[in-house]
């Protein structure tokens, strides 16, 4: 688990974001310099990840599109999920906060439950990653900052704040996973009408390729999964 701490040391954007989310008040600008690489920016999030009072139980993944992904070296970024930012979906609508002033929006989802811890090491691909999962379900990420420009000032700005990332709604588990996993399509609905479709093939190389980076990610962070 994180713990709460402070320090000389802690970046004062990891201390704004943070205190932000915990009064539910929006930025109404970046606080600080924005970071220009994702080295950076992950430095950030740690720090914010130390102050966060609560223990991580996933993380979220989002695509990094042309052409900062060669300018960064990364084709995808990612931001912890917290326990307490976890739901479960039942029969009634699953309700969550939003902060004002911040930004807010909705994502259809494939969650991967890993069947084991993963051994601490780097070089993992789709292939290697795949005999991790033991489960896989349908769910919605909750994306949230306090800061409205979030998604605006490119991906390294995004990633510092957990990824723009406030919550799980986790749904139900995918039957016979492994041999439906590329083919599986989703459609997100607001009040029955339709204003998003995608599927597992959205993101180039699919779920378990980002699997693997997450996986090597963490390694070079210093965390495991």
């Given at each position: 688990?994180?713990?709460?701490?402070?320090?000389?040391?802690?970046?004062?954007?990891?201390?704004?974001?943070?205190?932000?989310?915990?009064?539910?008040?929006?930025?109404?600008?970046?606080?600080?310099?924005?970071p220009d690489t994702?080295?950076?920016?992950?430095?950030?999030?740690?720090?914010?990840?130390?102050?966060?009072?609560?223990?991580?139980?996933?993380?979220?993944?989002?695509?990094?599109?042309?052409?900062?992904?060669?300018?960064?070296?990364?084709?995808?970024?990612?931001?912890?999920?917290?326990?307490?930012?976890?739901?479960?979906?039942?029969?009634?609508?699953?309700?969550?906060?939003?902060?004002?002033?911040?930004?807010?929006?909705?994502?259809?989802?494939?969650?991967?439950?890993?069947?084991?811890?993963?051994?601490?090491?780097?070089?993992?691909?789709?292939?290697?990653?795949?005999?991790l999962v033991g489960?896989?379900?349908?769910?919605?990420?909750?994306?949230?900052?306090?800061?409205?420009?979030?998604?605006?000032?490119?991906?390294?700005?995004?990633?510092?704040?957990?990824?723009?990332?406030?919550?799980?709604?986790?749904?139900?588990?995918?039957?016979?996973?492994?041999?439906?996993?590329?083919?599986?399509?989703?459609?997100?609905?607001?009040?029955?009408?339709?204003?998003?479709?995608?599927?597992?093939?959205?993101?180039?190389?699919?779920?378990?390729?980002?699997?693997?980076?997450?996986?090597?990610?963490?390694?070079?962070?210093?965390?495991r999964l």
């Open positions: 688990m994180s713990h709460a701490h402070d320090n000389s040391n802690t970046s004062p954007i990891a201390r704004a974001f943070t205190a932000a989310r915990r009064e539910a008040t929006g930025l109404a600008r970046y606080p600080g310099d924005q994702l080295s950076a920016a992950y430095a950030i999030q740690d720090d914010a990840i130390a102050l966060w009072p609560d223990r991580i139980a996933g993380w979220k993944l989002g695509r990094i599109n042309a052409p900062h992904d060669a300018r960064l070296g990364a084709g995808r970024l990612a931001g912890p999920i917290f326990s307490r930012n976890v739901w479960l979906a039942g029969q009634d609508p699953t309700t969550f906060g939003v902060i004002d002033g911040g930004f807010a929006a909705v994502e259809a989802e494939y969650v991967l439950e890993l069947g084991e811890t993963a051994p601490d090491r780097d070089g993992w691909t789709a292939e290697t990653a795949a005999a489960r896989v379900f349908v769910g919605v990420e909750i994306a949230g900052s306090p800061f409205a420009g979030i998604n605006a000032h490119g991906p390294a700005v995004t990633a510092s704040d957990f990824g723009n990332n406030a919550g799980l709604i986790l749904g139900g588990e995918i039957a016979d996973w492994t041999s439906r996993l590329a083919d599986l399509t989703c459609t997100m609905q607001i009040d029955g009408q339709i204003i998003g479709r995608g599927g597992a093939a959205s993101i180039p190389g699919g779920p378990l390729d980002s699997l693997a980076f997450l996986l090597n990610l963490l390694h070079a962070r210093g965390r």
